[in-house]
């Protein structure tokens, strides 16, 4: 089946420093998503991408949809207490009927103050 | 405006127990309907989902089910509950095929013991 490499897998950064994650993997996708989880809650849906090339933001978070349609990363600014959590990467190939996402493993981030 | 609910947030059950969580969804017809797991820690497990009323795709064997009894309800259940089925269960929602973002709802902590 298709698998998601995310990386790194923990990361701490000091209050006001960028991050910056990827998600690769060996097949395409045609949709990419980005979620992040606090502690004992679900995922919250960040930025969808669907189209190749695709840059958008949300705020101090901005996602890319690489060209090959294998890869996407996730850049958060000047990066804040709050920003602590569990972010995750979901691909989807929305072929023959398939309703599957599939999920990194997440990338932990804390943020030292 | 759409809302998922899962309950309990929170259950402890005995080895050999049975299990019922119960999701359900409002302000929207139709759902596409998951169900995953979630290990302390790790990244989310599609266990089931399901396209409509009464149509379950499994896609990890298990001793867990589920059913779909009505349009908006998605309920897991297991006959006897084993310790390696503790976890953060959580239900997630999309409107269909020509949408690809999944919502997710606050999910349930299991312990079992």
């Known amino acids: 089946g298709q698998q998601l490499n995310q990386s790194p897998q923990s990361m701490f950064i000091q209050e006001g420093e960028d991050v910056s994650m990827n998600c690769t993997s060996s097949s395409i996708f045609n949709t990419w998503l980005w979620y992040k989880q606090d502690p004992g809650e679900g995922p919250v849906l960040l930025i969808a991408l669907y189209k190749a090339g695709e840059l958008t933001s949300n705020g101090r978070l901005t996602a890319q949809f690489g060209i090959t349609r294998k890869d996407s990363f996730l850049n958060i600014s000047a990066s804040i207490p709050s920003d602590v959590g569990i972010y995750f990467c979901?691909?989807?190939?929305?072929?023959?009927?398939?309703?599957?996402?599939?999920f990194g493993k997440g990338t932990k981030l804390s943020v030292i103050p | 405006s759409q809302t998922i609910h899962q309950w309990p947030a929170t259950l402890v059950q005995p080895v050999g127990s049975p299990l019922s969580l119960e999701c359900t969804v409002e302000g929207t017809s139709n759902p596409n309907l998951y169900w995953y797991r979630q290990a302390a820690g790790r990244g989310l497990q599609l266990l089931f989902y399901s396209v409509g009323i009464g149509q379950i795709s499994s896609e990890v064997p298990q001793n867990l089910s589920a059913s779909r009894p009505q349009d908006r309800q998605f309920i897991l259940s297991s006959k006897k509950l084993l310790l390696s089925d503790s976890g953060f269960y959580l239900c997630a929602w999309t409107i269909g095929s020509s949408y690809n973002e999944q919502f997710f709802g606050p999910g349930t902590r299991l312990t079992v013991l």
């Open positions: 979901a691909g989807l190939y929305s072929g023959a009927g398939s309703y599957q996402l599939t």
